[in-house]
């Protein structure tokens, strides 16, 4: 099996023959939707909505948005389009050949010089443009309309006179007296490209399908061209590929298996030289551009998908290419121009690919070179919570067979990790057991409170680390300091407690995530970046601490003298056990001699974060982070970024209950439209949030909702039997609430809020 053979969706279709007709007629839906968004169907009267002519003609909707909405539609099907489909565009041989290709007889493409067109630029294209707009008379009009597209066609299927068009005035004095090897492998710059964008903006407000048409042939010929003389010539390639995903209409579903398909394999063909080159030309051609060229990629492989219902080489290149748009993105200095990191997922991806046999293929790199998550930016949180919980689920299955094993031939083992505690020494009976069972933290977790009868389904084991949670980071405790204005806990470096103690914590939020517990841990996100082995900045201390951040980063930003109106030195004063105490700064410990002044500003900064992100706290962290790696480091956990892995941990801390409403099932007689169920859903949504929570708890035994909202949850409602005073109950380990049919609303909301109010223990199960 090859390794880009398709990661088939479970969603998948078994017969081959109506599978390629669905295929052939969902590509076909998306082209004819995208055109009615952004050309119309002709007609002033059509009632699409969805349509530029009619009724939706004052909707504005950008290539990029339309491209969206397109797939969109098409994913529903409850639209009809107003507009067919244009027909698949045959191959063009005959414009290649006149290009100068030969194809020998066994397939093989030869280019032979052929005399080169003359450059074009946009002014050329204004007179063409008013040339056809004053002219009225058809056949006049038809051909200027044929001559300019002729020029275009000659222009953009000839590499030399593509690369010296649309330079604009600067650049042509520039170049003027070069050779034209200077100027194919001279980078773009970003006035050039900007007077390519008023080029492609001209050509296509002339509203010509014959000059559109020429465009698109002409652009086809250059990319066979330029695949020719890859190798050869990369930086003469790069040149070209960078001016050809200018064009707008790359965002047209007609362009991507001429256009896109081609420059996406190109760029992931392209030296690694050159790679870097275009990963530099990205970080700085600023945030509209970039976002063009990052939704291009994405609306290719999302289409691709749907369409092929497979990985293919074409996904794989894209992938690739969005690979080299991530890293380019990650490295922009200025935040600002950043596209937030969310942008690089892919909802079809998320949706349609089978992520356990792409895990499968990650672990199997000897016989695949390649999956999705070896590119993790394109992987939502949820998906990669998945992915841990295979890899989770993998080990467990691994720790269970051993123990079934070594049981055979020595005393049995539990393949179990079983954890008994009283609730009055839940800390102690937890951390002591813990610290034996190093060798069965990566079994399944089974919780069982003394005395009392809950089976752990996963119910039990949801309240455990509720009430654990709560207990360890009381600031009774001493281990963590609460941050009142920021709500947020961390490490108390003065605390008593020793490296054993804060390890053992690290292991229990570790073992929360393997097992796939959402835990309500109010970390400020530095945490995560340390976890995740990257250095805290001074953008993490203002996170942390907003009034010591902003005073060190108005003195960077000062425009005086430092050192005459700061009166600062290398030896800061931190509190430590209720007294303030001076912490010199500087290894020497001779941190009071030496003053901070403009030339080591930045060095007093740097060390001063340092200080109260790694140094101040380095034995606690430490200990904590090694605990929690001993759980769960290795390859899996580096798919995650640090914010991904707040949100697998704490989960999603927005509580939409209409989402929940949506998303629920209804047994035993109880229906959507049934008055008691109206009614509690009424009551709930009238709750405040902290009883909202409490709901939540109840029914499941966690406060907060999965990663992607309260629409993923399973929420079942069962009929309790009649009206009476018992309260409902739930089964957390299902999501299960058992609700009584009572007489009256105001009866459901006071049983509801005595039964929330009391949830903790399993008595009302």
């Not at 690089?344 to 991806?349: L, M």
């Not at 393997?514 to 996100?525: A, E, K, R, S, T």
């Not at 909202?709 to 299902?734: E, K, M, Y």
């Amino acid at each position: 099996m090859s390794a880009v053979e398709g990661l088939l969706s479970s969603r998948r279709r078994h017969d081959i023959g109506s599978n390629e007709l669905r295929k052939r007629r969902f590509e076909a839906s998306v082209k004819a939707y995208f055109k009615a968004l952004t050309e119309g169907c002709g007609d002033e009267n059509c009632n699409n909505p969805f349509c530029k002519s009619g009724k939706g003609k004052n909707v504005m909707v950008q290539p990029d948005e339309a491209a969206a909405v397109a797939i969109k539609l098409a994913v529903e099907g409850v639209h009809q389009s107003c507009v067919q489909a244009a027909k698949e565009k045959p191959t063009l041989t005959k414009a290649a050949i006149r290009n100068g290709a030969r194809q020998h007889d066994d397939g093989t493409i030869v280019w032979e010089p052929t005399a080169h067109a003359r450059p074009i630029e946009l002014e050329d294209l204004r007179v063409w443009k008013h040339r056809i707009n004053s002219t009225h008379e058809e056949e006049k009009r038809s051909v200027i309309i044929e001559e300019c597209a002729g020029t275009v066609l000659k222009v953009f299927s000839d590499h030399e006179a593509f690369s010296r068009s649309f330079l604009g005035q600067k650049w042509r004095k520039t170049y003027a007296g070069e050779k034209i090897s200077v100027i194919l492998s001279a980078e773009p710059t970003v006035e050039e490209v900007e007077e390519l964008e008023r080029s492609y903006t001209c050509l296509y407000a002339m509203n010509s399908a014959r000059i559109n048409d020429a465009i698109l042939e002409g652009t086809e010929v250059l990319l066979q061209y330029l695949d020719f003389h890859m190798k050869a010539h990369p930086d003469e390639v790069l040149r070209s590929v960078v001016k050809i995903m200018e064009n707008p209409m790359c965002l047209d579903p007609e362009y991507h298996k001429f256009v896109v398909k081609k420059v996406a394999a190109m760029i992931t063909s392209l030296p690694e030289k050159s790679q870097h080159t275009l990963i530099q030309w990205w970080m700085r051609i600023g945030k509209p551009r970039f976002t063009r060229s990052l939704t291009m990629f994405q609306h290719f492989i999302t289409l691709r998908i749907y369409t092929t219902q497979r990985i293919d080489d074409a996904i794989v290149s894209a992938t690739r290419a969005l690979d080299l748009l991530y890293h380019a993105n990650e490295n922009i200095h200025e935040h600002k121009q950043r596209v937030d990191f969310s942008e690089f997922y892919n909802d079809a991806v998320n949706q349609e690919v089978n992520l356990k046999e792409d895990y499968y293929r990650w672990k199997s790199p000897h016989r695949y070179d390649f999956s999705f998550c070896c590119y993790p930016f394109i992987l939502d949180p949820a998906s990669k919570g998945k992915i841990l919980q295979f890899d989770a689920q993998v080990q467990m299955n691994r720790e269970f067979e051993d123990a079934i094993l070594r049981s055979l031939f020595v005393a049995p083992v539990s393949p179990f990790l079983i954890v008994r505690v009283r609730r009055e020494y839940l800390i102690q009976d937890t951390l002591q057991q813990i610290s034996k069972k190093h060798q069965d933290l990566k079994k399944q977790l089974k919780v069982q409170f003394v005395g009392e009868e809950g089976i752990d389904e996963g119910g039990v084991q949801k309240e455990f680390f509720q009430l654990i949670v709560k207990q360890i980071f009381d600031p009774r405790y001493g281990m963590f300091l609460y941050n009142d204005e920021m709500r947020q806990f961390w490490f108390n470096g003065q605390s008593l407690e020793n490296e054993t103690e804060f390890e053992l914590i690290g292991i229990v939020l570790g073992i929360a995530i393997y097992n796939g517990i959402i835990l309500d841990v109010q970390f400020p996100m530095v945490l995560y970046k340390k976890l995740m082995q990257q250095r805290p900045t001074l953008n993490d201390l203002e996170e942390f601490d907003p009034v010591l951040g902003r005073s060190l980063r108005q003195l960077l930003d000062f425009d005086g003298d430092v050192a005459d109106v700061f009166c600062q030195t290398f030896e800061i004063s931190v509190e430590m056990f209720g007294e303030m105490q001076a912490v010199s700064l500087l290894e020497n410990g001779k941190g009071a001699e030496k003053e901070v002044t403009n030339d080591n500003r930045e060095e007093y900064v740097a060390l001063y974060v340092e200080y109260i992100l790694e140094k101040g706290v380095e034995k606690q962290f430490g200990a904590f982070s090694r605990g929690f790696h001993m759980v769960c480091g290795g390859p899996t956990l580096q798919l995650f970024r640090p914010e991904e892995l707040q949100l697998l941990l704490c989960g999603n801390p927005t509580l939409d209950f209409n989402e929940l409403e949506k998303a629920a099932i209804y047994d035993d007689g109880y229906t959507d439209e049934h008055w008691i169920i109206q009614a509690m859903w009424r009551v709930i949504k009238a709750f405040d949030n902290n009883q909202k929570k409490k709901f939540l708890f109840f029914c499941t035994g966690c406060d907060r909702a999965p990663i992607k909202g309260l629409s993923q949850l399973q929420f079942v409602v069962t009929r309790a039997g009649p009206d009476s005073d018992r309260l409902p109950t739930a089964h957390t380990c299902f999501n299960h609430l058992l609700l009584p049919e009572y007489s009256s609303e105001e009866k459901l909301r006071d049983r509801l809020l005595v039964a929330i109010s009391n949830a903790e223990g399993f008595g009302l199960i």
